[in-house]
Structure formats: C-alpha cells, structure tokens
C-alpha cells in the first residue's frame, strides 16, 4: 500500500469510500452487511487505514454499518471521516444534533476527519452565514475540544463558490475534498481548483476518481493508445495514475461495490506509478475527445452576454449543460442552477438569436438553451 505523509500520520493513498457500499437486490437503503464487513477485513488486512463515509450514504445507514465494521479493530488502527449534511436546507439549523447522532452511530468518541459537506451554489451563503446557523462555529468548537481531529470541506462548486468558502474559513481547513479526474481536470476546472488551495496549502483529497465508472473502461482505440505506453495496465489504473502523479493529492477515495473491485484497486496502489510527460499528454488527448462529445465548444469568449437583452450568463450556462449532457443528467447542473433566480435560468432564453451573431464558435446558444430547459423538465 502507497501512503502519504499528513500532519505526521501515514495516510493510505487508497481511501475506503462507503456511498457504494455492497446492496441487497439492488435498494440503496438496504446494505449487504455481511459483504461490507468482509470487504472492510480485506481492506484493513491490505493496509487501508482510511474510512470515508457520510450522514446522507446509503439513506442514512453507512455511518451504522460502518461503525460495526471498524468497532472490531483497535481505534488507532484506522482514521474515519464523515460530513455535515449541509447539502440539505433542513439540516442547516442541526449541526449540534447531527454531529452527536453521527459519534452514536459510528460508535466514536471523536473524528479523525470531518468535513463540511458539498460546498456549492446552494449552500455556500448558508455555511458562510454563521450568526444564522452557527455551523462554523460549532465544528471550529468540536476541533478545539477534540472530537474533531483534522477539519476540511468538500467541494461541487465552481471556483467562484470555492473562493468564496477560502476568503472566510481557509485559514482554517486542513484538506479540500474535490471531484477529480483526468476528465474534470478541464471539465470541471480542475487544475484551476487544485491550484487556488495549493496557493493555501491545502491537500487534495479526491472523490469521484472513475467518475460514476465511466473511466474503468474506454472505448477500444482509447484502450488501444494506452496500452501501446503500459501494456499490462488495467484501464481504470490510468485514473488512478493521473491522480498520483499530481503532488497535493494526498488521499484517493474509491466507492468499490464488491471485493473485486476492491483487489484489483489494492493491485493498482501496491505501487506508486506516476504518469511521465508522453503519458500524461496521450491520456489528457483522449479526455478532450472525449468531452468534444455531446457537448458544445464554448470558450467563455463572453461576446455573447454582452449582447443578450436577459443578461444571461451564458458561458456559465453553457459549462453546466455540458456537464449535464456529458454525464446523462446528475446533480450537479440542477445543483447549480437551483440558485440562480428564474430570471436567470435557460428557460429564460427568448430565443432572440442576437448571442449567435457574435459567438467565434458558431454555437446554436438559443437551440442548446431550449435543449437545456427541457432536459431539465
């Protein structure tokens, strides 16, 4: 097992994501306890000293099965994280009650890692409104006493909402959960993002690392290339390969369903295989190619919102379709968008054209937009 050095802790570089637990006849809500406990014994016989979970995984029960898997082993055995639910509006006024139930349910008298949980569009103004809600307050309060460990966020915002959340509480966050990969290096900004908490000294941690899966396998002239440069690596080891060859990831999360999902990553991280220059230029080639399909070319020129008559921010609007139409719907377009005014939103669009007479891309916007709204329902 690779480890990495945080704060004087050897920290596997493989993390034990717990969102993908082992299920019974496919319901989220119901974990196959029996195959997650098992797969925590291979974890903790291979070295993995590193459990994520979170209050919402699994309707509410990772954080309960996850306790009993880690309560047989000796609490300095293992580091344990989890996060506070503030991706849910309802939760906002409960950091106190949540934060109690979370040591029951785990069976712990502190956290080793805490997190806030999905900094975004929706939720920054709440986590930054600390006299309203006091969540700052009272994480900042745990950590002094003890029951948190190690304090840090994760992060689905764009870099915008990720500034926002550094100007106010980066002083005071020890790591920065992000979705990364060798696609969302552009994609999602990435690059940009890791490179705003080096300026901060903040380590990465990544969630997301094959996004969803669609990084264990590619299309046969993709897997093709890739072999010609490491003919006996398996395809989902280049995601893991590009994320260890970047120097402030520290800690790799992997949601793994089963126990061979579970080998063959314990396979990949027996050996810390950083991409070389040619290596990274074929696989970040293949990325763009990817990403070229099902969505649109835009390069945030901006010459299109200084002449709509809605003031729409277009580009913006643009990125977040393209992140729609390339992952097949998901949360974070949605996300995003629920904290726009209407007024704001696609559907505001009146198809008025004016936009594509100046776009260098020649991007049907109005067309795209519509598509947008009725993706979107």
């Given at each position: 097992?690779?480890y990495r050095?945080?704060?004087?802790?050897?920290?596997?570089?493989?993390?034990?994501?717990?969102?993908?637990?082992?299920v019974?006849?496919?319901?989220?809500g119901?974990?196959?306890?029996?195959?997650?406990?098992?797969?925590?014994d291979?974890?903790?016989?291979?070295?993995?000293?590193?459990?994520?979970?979170?209050?919402?995984?699994?309707?509410?029960?990772s954080?309960?099965?996850?306790?009993?898997?880690?309560?047989?082993?000796?609490r300095?055995?293992?580091?344990?994280?989890?996060?506070?639910?503030?991706?849910?509006?309802s939760?906002?006024g409960?950091v106190?009650?949540?934060?109690?139930?979370?040591?029951?349910?785990l069976?712990?008298?502190?956290f080793?890692?805490?997190?806030?949980?999905?900094?975004c569009?929706?939720?920054i103004?709440?986590?930054?409104?600390?006299?309203?809600?006091?969540?700052?307050?009272?994480?900042?309060?745990?950590?002094?006493?003890?029951?948190?460990r190690?304090?840090g966020?994760?992060?689905?915002?764009?870099?915008p909402v990720?500034?926002?959340?550094l100007?106010?509480?980066?002083?005071?966050?020890?790591?920065?959960?992000?979705?990364l990969?060798?696609?969302?290096?552009?994609?999602?900004?990435?690059?940009e993002?890791?490179?705003?908490?080096?300026?901060?000294?903040?380590?990465?941690?990544?969630?997301?690392?094959l996004?969803?899966?669609?990084?264990?396998?590619?299309?046969?002239?993709?897997?093709?290339?890739?072999?010609?440069?490491?003919?006996?690596?398996?395809?989902?080891?280049?995601?893991?390969?590009?994320?260890?060859?970047?120097?402030?990831?520290?800690?790799?999360?992997?949601?793994?369903?089963?126990?061979?999902q579970?080998?063959?990553?314990?396979?990949?991280?027996?050996?810390?295989?950083?991409?070389?220059?040619?290596?990274?230029?074929?696989?970040?080639?293949?990325?763009?190619?990817?990403?070229?399909?099902?969505?649109?070319p835009?390069?945030?020129?901006?010459?299109?919102?200084?002449?709509?008559?809605?003031?729409?921010?277009?580009?913006?609007?643009?990125?977040?379709?393209?992140?729609?139409?390339?992952?097949?719907?998901?949360?974070?377009?949605?996300?995003?968008?629920?904290?726009?005014?209407?007024?704001?939103?696609?559907?505001?669009?009146?198809?008025?054209r004016?936009?594509?007479?100046?776009?260098?891309?020649?991007?049907?916007?109005?067309?795209?937009?519509?598509?947008?709204?009725?993706?979107?329902?």
């Open positions: 097992m690779i050095d945080f704060h004087g802790m050897k920290l596997s570089a493989l993390g034990f994501g717990a969102m993908r637990l082992p019974i006849d496919g319901d989220d119901r974990i196959d306890e029996a195959a997650a406990l098992r797969m925590v291979t974890a903790m016989q291979n070295g993995i000293n590193y459990y994520d979970t979170a209050w919402g995984y699994h309707g509410e029960n954080e309960l099965v996850m306790g009993k898997a880690l309560a047989r082993y000796p300095d055995s293992f580091y344990v994280a989890t996060k506070f639910p503030g991706y849910d509006a939760n906002w409960k106190e009650e949540i934060f109690e139930r979370q040591l029951k349910k069976g712990v008298e502190y080793d890692f805490y997190l806030f949980h999905n900094v569009e929706m939720n103004d709440a986590y930054l409104d600390d006299e309203k809600y006091g969540i700052y307050s009272y994480l900042m309060k745990q950590k002094q006493n003890g029951r948190i190690h304090l966020f994760s992060c689905h915002g764009n870099m990720l500034q926002r959340f100007d106010a509480y980066g002083s005071d966050m020890e790591f920065c959960q992000l979705q990969n060798y696609l969302d290096w552009t994609f999602q900004n990435g690059r993002k890791v490179a705003l908490l080096d300026q901060q000294n903040i380590p990465v941690w990544v969630m997301e690392p996004r969803g899966g669609r990084l264990a396998k590619l299309d046969s002239g993709y897997e093709a290339q890739l072999k010609e440069f490491r003919p006996d690596e398996e395809i989902p080891a280049w995601a893991f390969r590009f994320l260890q060859s970047i120097p402030s990831v520290t800690v790799i999360l992997s949601g793994m369903s089963n126990e061979e579970l080998e063959k990553n314990l396979v990949t991280f027996a050996e810390d295989k950083k991409l070389n220059e040619a290596e990274m230029k074929a696989l970040l080639g293949i990325a763009e190619k990817m990403l070229s399909k099902g969505t649109v835009c390069t945030a020129c901006h010459y299109c919102v200084s002449h709509c008559p809605q003031e729409l921010d277009i580009p913006a609007l643009l990125a977040l379709y393209n992140e729609h139409a390339y992952t097949g719907g998901g949360f974070i377009a949605p996300m995003a968008l629920s904290a726009l005014p209407e007024e704001k939103r696609p559907q505001a669009c009146l198809q008025c004016s936009c594509e007479q100046v776009c260098p891309q020649q991007i049907k916007i109005s067309e795209v937009l519509a598509d947008f709204s009725a993706k979107l329902g």
